[in-house]
DNA sequence: GGCTGTTTGTGCAGTGGCTGCAAGTTTGCA
DNA sequence: TGCAAACTTGCAGCCACTGCACAAACAGCC
């Protein structure tokens, strides 16, 4: 089981392969401007293969993580089970963003185009719908709640919406060292949740 | 300025003639299994000019109200500007419902189009970030913030998804008097915000 | 009632995302 | 080596959506 066999190794690179095409062209050209073709060309395939790994071609450039869920599940069941479920979502974001440094170019460069198109940011967050459902369920598990019950169901929503924010913020502000990290927003916004948004006073 | 002019009054019979069209041919076979064409068709008009009144065939189904943003920044501007911004917006929406009374028939149906497809709902909140947009800056004027500031940014997106959540909530039990209503519903999600998020205790 | 400028409706041709299908090609496995 | 399963590809096609040029309807004015 350890190894992984020549099928699948082909099979990951080529995605990478164009999902590296597909963010490259849209920042070279604008999304807008690229079309699955254009991709799919530069990638060395056919455009029908394109549609083999990706159902849309904001799929190319965003490239859904599909271990995320996983990961979530796992450090929800994982974390002390009375902790605030803010708290829990707080510190899995921040072990995400120790990965998002990885591959610190490629994410530059999506984060330039998602920039110039701020509606596939919110997209990507509800088409990540699955990713809420997850998010949702862990925490009734947790919880002892059924899965379709109101409160995590919230908690979920409000995570997402969280994290979105604070991406947001951050992407007005990019690469700057002396603006707030990525890090420091998503502690500013789950901190404003956590006590129930309570106003700030006033200037 | 009273008058309202033929012109003007054909238009909006137009748009609400194409709408009903749309609804009712979702309704009868599928959103998927209709065309643009057909939506046209049957509200007698050519297929060019439902794109002169729609940008997507989605809006169609959902008719976005442009009025709505400007009654919102009514409402928070006119509302007690030390009142909880999660109470202000409970509030609001508690009046827009009464609304929706009215065109009760048509509402239904889109409902059930809209419950084949939950995808349209997170799609119609989110290019709805307009809305969100809006939220945010009036919950920032009122505050004397500057208008990305995170508190109203965090409140506006917290509000968009708590509505969203007790309309998912809703949609699951329709139409069944014993069930709560969708009222009840948004003022469950909005006193979980209002404490923090804070767990209910394990049943 | 006519005249003129401004909207609104429509046909047409075209782009491009996306899909099903029926091959061909490559890999896994015995 | 030979067979089955998985992957790729070309093709034909659907359909949402757009730009353009022109016809029709309307508003305001004389």
Redesign the pocket.
């Known amino acids: 089981m350890g190894t992984e066999?020549?099928?699948d190794r082909?099979?990951r690179q080529?995605r990478t392969t164009l999902v590296r095409a597909a963010v490259e062209l849209a920042t070279e050209h604008g999304y807008d401007n690229i079309?699955?073709?254009d991709i799919a060309t530069r990638a060395g395939?056919?455009t029908?293969?394109f549609?083999?790994y990706f159902?849309?071609?904001e799929d190319a450039v965003l490239n859904p993580d599909p271990g995320a869920d996983d990961r979530i599940r796992a450090h929800i069941t994982t974390s002390p089970p009375d902790q605030h479920p803010l708290e829990t979502a707080r510190t899995f974001l921040h072990n995400e963003l120790t990965t998002i440094d990885h591959d610190h170019k490629l994410w530059l460069a999506r984060l330039s185009v998602i920039r110039e198109h701020p509606d596939m940011l919110n997209r990507a967050f509800l088409s990540g719908a699955a990713t809420e459902h997850t998010l949702a369920e862990a925490f009734a598990d947790r919880l002892g709640l059924p899965a379709d019950h109101t409160y995590p169901r919230t908690t979920a929503a409000t995570i997402t919406s969280a994290f979105r924010v604070a991406l947001t913020q951050w992407l007005r502000t990019p690469g700057d060292p002396t603006t707030p990290a990525l890090g420091d927003h998503i502690n500013e916004v789950f901190t404003l949740l956590t006590h129930g948004l309570t106003p700030p006073a006033r200037p």
Chains 1, 2 share one sequence.
């Open positions: 066999g020549l099928r082909k099979k080529t079309t699955t073709d395939v056919s029908r293969t549609f083999n159902a849309t071609k």
